[in-house]
């Protein structure tokens, strides 16, 4: 059964540092999306990306975060400056649809990132 | 701003038992979809079941079952006959139907023990 893949699997950068989180989502699938979960706390949403441009993002997805789809596999998420405060376990997500019964996201294995 | 809860952070079932995970969460739409997802220890979010909010028929997905109570804005999961496979954090997701507004709100799950 097709999956969502995410590399890689754990990160560790320091303050300041530029990191790229990579993730291959189901490949007829059209809507992408990120999600993180501090430790501890619930996971909660920072944006979606359709059609080759972001559809909605939250709060969280300040300007040190961007997305992209490089290629026609890969969905990144980039975190520019990190700060101690994005140590996090990042989930990448894929649906077909958001509506008529193919809007089930299916979720990654997660990327933990530690920012030291 | 829709919030979901799950007042459940830990709970445990002998192999075989039933047990019920309750969510309940606030929104002042009408129409929106609920999810359950299983993240077993160290893999990733599966789907376990989802609900349509205007379907009045309960969700059922073999031993999983749903209790949505939409007046009462609740819903819990039943695990009948649980497995040892079924010990995972259990997540409620809530996400409604507006074009455009696909992000999941996850609740801060429920980290079922299956014991044998």
């Known amino acids: 059964e097709p999956e969502v893949t995410q590399t890689p699997s754990h990160q560790v950068t320091q303050m300041g540092q530029e990191v790229i989180l990579r993730c291959v989502p189901i490949?007829?699938?059209?809507?992408f999306y990120w999600y993180r979960q501090i430790l501890g706390q619930k996971v909660e949403f920072l944006v979606s990306?359709?059609?080759?441009?972001?559809?909605?993002k939250s709060e969280i997805f300040d300007d040190q975060f961007s997305v992209e789809r490089p290629d026609g596999s890969n969905f990144t998420l980039k975190i520019r400056s990190t700060k101690l405060e994005d140590s996090a376990m990042y989930f990448c997500?894929?649906?077909?649809?958001?509506?008529?019964?193919?809007?089930?996201?299916?979720f990654g294995p997660g990327t933990r990132l530690l920012v030291l | 701003a829709q919030t979901v809860t799950q007042s459940q952070p830990e709970m445990s079932v002998q192999e075989a038992e039933t047990v019920t995970l309750s969510c309940t969460y606030d929104?002042?739409?009408?129409?929106?979809?609920l999810f359950w997802y299983k993240q077993p220890p160290s893999r990733q979010m599966i789907l376990v079941i989802r609900?349509?909010?205007?379907?009045?028929q309960n969700a059922t997905e073999n031993r999983f079952s749903v209790n949505f109570q939409k007046a009462a804005k609740s819903f819990s999961l039943k695990i009948s006959d649980s497995q040892l496979g079924d010990t995972a954090m259990y997540f409620c997701?809530?996400?409604?139907?507006?074009?455009?507004?696909?992000?999941?709100?996850f609740g801060t799950g429920t980290r079922l023990t299956v014991i044998p």
């Open positions: 490949s007829n699938h059209l809507y």
């Open positions: 997701a809530f996400r409604d139907e507006q074009t455009g507004a696909n992000n999941l709100f």
């Open positions: 990306f359709y059609n080759n441009e972001i559809s909605e």
């Open positions: 929104t002042s739409e009408s129409n929106y979809y």
């Open positions: 609900q349509e909010a205007y379907k009045q």
């Open positions: 997500a894929s649906s077909e649809a958001i509506a008529g019964g193919q809007e089930t996201q299916y």
